[in-house]
């Protein structure tokens, strides 16, 4: 099979179903920075070596992803059926690692951070980026058609959990984080 069909020089493609639209479509433009979430976070992983704990969730949350963006283009009027599973474990797991980053965090005030401090950090950050404009084109297509409840929870849980791994990682190495200004809920402890 070739990868160049030529359907698109005209600026088009297809969503699920086969329903032709313009590139710019919203269904196309969430998955295409869902796809560059994906690919930062394949970044992160080369930044890792390979035995890292976070490797295999990462992974999860990648393979989950491609799933999702299945669903994303799927319109809502499809006149075929779209079989791939909906990966609504992802958000289990998303927030069960966000429980397990924040007991190792519990006595660090969590704040706005200045991106970088390592590598590591620096690439949690650019995937966090990422997913927070993502997930605002997910909203944006939520108020014309009907995303997944889960589609949505999941990527508000993912900024968070990337904001944290990238705390984590400072923590572990020992690097101070460059905190802009710490949370309001923080003050107060």
Same mark, same amino acid.
């Given at each position: 099979m070739a990868i160049t069909t030529k359907t698109g020089d005209s600026g088009k493609t297809s969503l699920f179903g086969g329903v032709r639209v313009e590139k710019d479509h919203i269904r196309i433009?969430?998955?295409? %920075?869902?796809?560059?979430?994906?690919?930062r976070i394949g970044l992160l992983l080369v930044e890792l070596e390979q035995?890292?704990?976070?490797c295999e969730k990462l992974l999860s949350v990648q393979?989950?992803?491609? !799933? &999702?963006m299945s669903h994303i283009a799927t319109p809502e009027d499809c006149p075929k059926e779209n079989k791939k599973s909906h990966p609504e474990e992802a958000l289990v797991l998303c927030d069960s690692w966000v429980v397990e980053l924040n007991e190792v965090?519990?006595?660090?005030? %969590?704040?706005?951070?200045? +991106?970088?401090?390592?590598?590591?950090?620096a690439a949690c950050h650019f995937v $966090? @980026?990422?997913?927070? @404009?993502?997930?605002? $084109? %997910?909203? @944006?297509?939520?108020?014309?058609?009907a995303v997944p409840v889960y589609i949505l929870k999941f990527f508000n849980r993912l900024s968070d959990l990337f904001y944290l791994l990238? &705390?984590?990682? !400072?923590?572990?190495?020992?690097?101070?984080?460059?905190k802009? &200004? %710490?949370? +309001?809920?923080?003050?107060?402890?």
């Open positions: 433009e969430c998955n295409g %920075l869902i796809d560059e979430v994906n690919a035995d890292h704990s976070w393979r989950s992803i491609m !799933l &999702m965090l519990k006595d660090e005030k %969590l704040a706005f951070l200045l +991106p970088g401090g390592n590598r590591i950090a $966090r @980026t990422g997913v927070r @404009t993502a997930e605002r $084109r %997910l909203n @944006t297509l939520n108020k014309q058609e990238a &705390m984590v990682e !400072l923590v572990n190495s020992k690097v101070k984080p460059e802009f &200004m %710490l949370f +309001p809920s923080q003050k107060r402890k």
